[in-house]
């Protein structure tokens, strides 16, 4: 909360300054002068405390308890009418979009898996309606470690992915290039809208960040969420927004990615075949593909991951937000 404009010193001066000598005459006038001037000053503190809880930038994230590897929403109320509201959160940029209706800021965020636990600052930078003079307010929010599961999965793939062949290794280069340029990209306009819902109408198989061994080898944490769907069930956008890939890539195999706004991305793997190409813009639940095993996968399942300006996050957790 903001302190008042009214200053403690000035403050303590109107109340404790003391009221003149009293001489014999006017004694009276001067005990009712001295009483108005307190009056007055009390009148005015309660109206700069009000003016000051009226200023008040109301900042909250959801879920209320900040954890690494989940994404998050700010959802900020400000003192005035803005024309824009911009931030900085853990080295991001964020846009934020507004809901007429609640009058409220609100943006999709993420705290990457990395991330240690501790207090981080969420810089935000508006412009006023009415005057356009930029202003500027900081809340600062604890990030908690989460416990993702320990679990080793052993899998056994074929040989061309853990010990891939020069020509191999150059289709593999081939596909880093293209992540690179593609998962990387920001585009600050929300797409999205409203919740984010399942790909698949099945139970899931593995979860985000655990640790996983292939052909004997540890591999990085799992960065997504996997179903057990065989090959040919219909994969569904989790939300509304544009195809920015749907290519064949050596690991993913036949993969969409959907471009979500705000930084936020969604990726689909080891389909079997597309429904969407390039380009295209699709509404929650619209069938993008069919499941299916290419790239390197032990057997027909649905991978999906969740992808914020360079960071994975919990698919499950963004699943588990409610959103405006
Ligand atoms: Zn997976």
Not at 117 to 139: C, I
Not at 245 to 273: K, M, P, W
């Amino acid at each position: 909360m903001r302190s008042p404009s009214f200053s403690n010193r000035s403050w303590a001066q109107l109340m404790w300054r003391r009221p003149p000598r009293p001489s014999r005459q006017g004694k009276a006038r001067r005990l009712r002068e001295w009483s108005l001037q307190v009056i007055a000053a009390c009148a005015l503190f309660s109206c700069t405390t009000l003016s000051a809880s009226a200023a008040t930038w109301t900042i909250s994230a959801q879920p209320a308890l900040l954890v690494n590897g989940a994404p998050v929403l700010f959802q900020v109320k400000p003192p005035t009418k803005l024309a824009s509201l911009t931030g900085t959160w853990l080295g991001h940029q964020l846009t934020f979009s507004y809901d007429a209706s609640t009058k409220t800021w609100f943006t999709l965020a993420g705290v990457s898996f990395d991330t240690t636990a501790g207090k981080y600052p969420l810089e935000l930078k508006a412009e006023r309606a009415a005057s356009k003079t930029p202003s500027t307010f900081t809340q600062t929010f604890p990030v908690f470690r989460a416990q993702y599961p320990q679990i080793k999965v052993e899998l056994t793939v074929e040989k061309k992915f853990t010990e891939p062949d020069p020509k191999q290794q150059q289709q593999i280069a081939e596909g880093v290039k293209i992540k690179d340029d593609y998962l990387n990209r920001v585009t600050p306009a929300r797409e999205w809208d409203g919740k984010f819902t399942a790909p698949a109408d099945a139970a899931t198989s593995d979860v985000f960040g655990s640790q996983r061994i292939f052909n004997g080898k540890a591999q990085r944490p799992h960065w997504g969420l996997d179903y057990r769907v065989p090959t040919g069930a219909p994969v569904a956008a989790m939300n509304q927004g544009t195809v920015l890939l749907a290519r064949f890539l050596y690991f993913e195999g036949n993969c969409v990615v959907i471009d979500h706004g705000q930084g936020l991305l969604t990726l689909y793997f080891h389909l079997s075949e597309f429904k969407v190409k390039e380009g295209d813009s699709v509404k929650r639940g619209q069938e993008i593909g069919l499941s299916g095993s290419t790239g390197r996968a032990t057997g027909p399942h649905l991978h999906v991951s969740v992808r914020w300006q360079g960071t994975y996050l919990d698919p499950a957790r963004l699943m588990q937000l409610p959103l405006p």
